[in-house]
């Protein structure tokens, strides 16, 4: 490679490291702080003494004020509504792909078309009349009629990648189970099902991170302190303090992320795949 | 066995998609229903409906806040769609493609961190940056630089918001361009070196045109998510100060969630949408997205 070209790359690479900065610095900032002591920092991100100080707030309700419930059960509530929203997604955009992929009936097209005009709609959009559905359902307050909500206005876009995954199982593979004597739901569980894993391996970390991640709905929606989420506990101790306790909010943000981090950086084959609304590229 | 015989039989496939059904038909159907139902209402804290005809549909217009809120929308959109989700994208997917793949896709997996990150931490982090202390980073710099404290959260909101929407928002075109980009067939950039064209004039005539569709697609999408997106936004600026960065999503949310005006919200919600559609038709007719999508990934019934 001639000088030039190494020059060039050179710069192209200084310039992405100039523009990866602050995010690298962010994040290091908050795994940092989390075990930094004070308010004083070098060099802009390094605390100047360090503690576990603000991380009594796992083993110590008060460290994190005494209008916060227990971190545990924040926990608990979290992966309550994680695990939920990923096993009803999966296994209900699972079977509907399937039958939009492998069965013919009456009115299969429309339905698929109307399937993708609600991915395509906004549907933050009717947060307010949510609200009233599941005021009169008995389900506000409640984690629940969040898990369920979730999941309705997840499941066309679940429906979708997993049709485009079963759309790509060869019809010969389900032929010769048919030929073998397998009935058809015999084939769907024993030759297709198989064979979409990493579709459902996809499915399932989206959705997942997608209700560990959620605060909106937690925040309109839930109005019992004993129905926080993670989200709700960090944004409470954020809004109550503002930046007097970096330390614990750091820690508290940290310890949030953890999943977050698990799969981002052991899937972020799968991650990728879904991450993005969809886009296959 | 007569009364058996009565409960229709379902067939395999409908009982596989009956579930899926019945929560999109409860939970996404009912309340798209509900909605419009709500916004010919004044609903307030009570919950009690009473039906008053378009009053909540053109409160709006004697709302003062409204057009306020419309500017700051389109402020909102327009910026961050331009500045990060579509030039940011695009330069993070030249220069990720430029160097070596190994190179590349670390920084492109550093820019998607943001998007996997819960809003709350996302947002503490900008705060952290933004501290109006010495102790956050932009200020320490500033600082170092002989520059004084700012509090660039209440004197520059907008920069802040468009930088913080759009620092999760860039990750989604450089993704596509990326794509679309390393799809560009080798030989054309070959002939390129071969004709002798300097690396500007190679992104200027074959990358930039292979990544036009892409560019209209990420144009479109990043619109009508933007439109709705107002969560960072909440927990940032809250809309403030004093309304500078209250964008139409938001003020839904603050009137129906925060002040329990359910049926002016609910109308707010209809215009949103309305916007909305109205984008979408736009894009639709300058763009002929109509001719360009249907070939593409759309069933052939059999």
């Known amino acids: 490679m001639s000088g030039a070209a190494l020059r060039n790359r050179a710069l192209l690479i200084a ?65 309550v509504l994680a695990v939920s929203i990923m096993v ?26 109307f399937v993708m005009v609600l991915h395509a709609f906004p549907s933050v959009t009717l947060l307010v009349s949510l609200f009233i559905v599941l005021l009169h359902m008995g389900l506000l307050d409640s984690l629940w009629g969040i898990v369920l909500v979730k999941v309705a206005l997840q499941l066309p876009f679940g429906i979708f990648v997993m049709k485009g995954f079963f759309d790509s199982v060869p019809w010969e593979s389900e032929m010769s189970a048919l030929m073998d004597g397998c009935t058809r739901l015999g084939a769907y569980r024993r030759v297709i099902l198989p064979q979409v894993m990493p579709g459902i391996a996809s499915i399932a970390i989206f959705s997942f991170l997608e209700g560990w991640k959620e605060f909106l709905f937690v925040y309109a929606f839930t109005f019992d302190k004993s129905s926080w989420t993670l989200s709700l506990y960090l944004q409470s101790i954020l809004s109550r303090t503002g930046g007097a306790q970096y330390g614990l909010l750091a820690a508290v943000a940290v ?21 993005l609304g969809g886009v296959k590229g | 066995m007569a009364r058996r015989r009565r409960i229709p039989r379902l067939r395999p496939w409908q009982l596989l998609l009956l579930p899926a059904a019945v929560l ?30 378009g009053a909540s549909l053109v409160r709006p217009l004697a709302d003062p806040m409204f057009g306020v809120v419309l500017r700051n929308t389109a402020v909102y959109v327009v910026t961050t769609l331009t500045l990060m989700n579509v030039v940011a994208a695009l330069v993070l997917a030249i220069l990720t493609t430029e160097v070596p793949e190994r190179v590349g896709s670390v920084f492109r997996v550093l820019w998607l961190l943001p998007r996997a990150t819960p809003s709350v931490v996302y947002v503490l982090m900008w705060f952290f940056l933004l501290d109006p202390t010495d102790y956050g980073l932009v200020n320490r710099v500033a600082g170092s630089l002989g520059g004084s404290n700012y509090d660039l959260l209440t004197s520059h909101p907008w920069a802040v918001v ?51 569709w892409p560019v209209m697609f990420v144009t479109v ?22 309304y500078q960065t209250e964008v139409l999503s938001l003020y839904v949310f603050h009137n129906a969630i925060a002040d329990y005006e359910l049926g002016y919200g609910a109308a707010l919600s209809i215009g949103l949408m309305a916007i909305g559609t109205l984008v979408a038709l736009i894009y639709w007719r300058v763009f002929g997205l109509g001719a360009r999508s249907l070939p593409a990934r759309i069933e052939v019934d059999r």
């Not at chain 1, 939009?100 to 009936?105: C, D, L, P, V, Y």
């Not at chain 2, 999408?221 to 403030?240: R, V």
């Open chain 2, 221 to 242: 999408y990043q619109t009508l998510s933007l439109l709705t997106s107002y969560e960072y936004i909440l927990l940032s600026t809250d809309g403030g100060p004093f």
């Open chain 2, 162 to 212: 468009v930088l913080m929407n759009g620092c999760v928002g860039a990750s989604m075109g450089m993704v596509v361009f990326t794509a679309a980009i390393k799809s560009i067939p080798p030989q054309l950039i070959m002939a390129a070196r071969v004709d002798g064209a300097t690396a500007w004039q190679r992104i200027r005539h074959v990358t930039l045109p292979a990544i036009a």
């Open chain 1, 88 to 113: 009803l997604d999966v296994s209900l955009a699972t079977n509907a792909g399937y039958v939009f992929s492998r069965w013919t009936f009456r009115g299969r097209g429309p339905l698929l078309a």
């Open chain 2, 24 to 53: 999109i038909a409860l939970f996404y159907l009912l309340p798209a229903v509900v909605n419009l139902v709500l916004a010919f209402s004044d609903m307030d804290y009570t919950f009690d409906y009473h039906f008053v005809g």
């Open chain 1, 255 to 275: 310890f949030y992320m953890l999943p977050v981090v698990f799969f981002f950086l052991f899937a972020q084959k799968q991650l990728s795949r879904v991450q």
């Open chain 1, 15 to 79: 310039a992405l490291v100039l523009l990866a900065l602050p995010i690298a610095a962010a994040y290091l900032w908050l795994v940092l702080a989390s075990f930094g002591r004070g308010h004083e920092l070098t060099w802009g991100i390094f605390p100047t003494s360090y503690t576990t100080d603000n991380w009594r707030f796992l083993w110590d309700a008060s460290a994190a004020g005494r209008d916060v419930p227990s971190v545990w059960l924040a926990t608990r509530n979290s992966v």
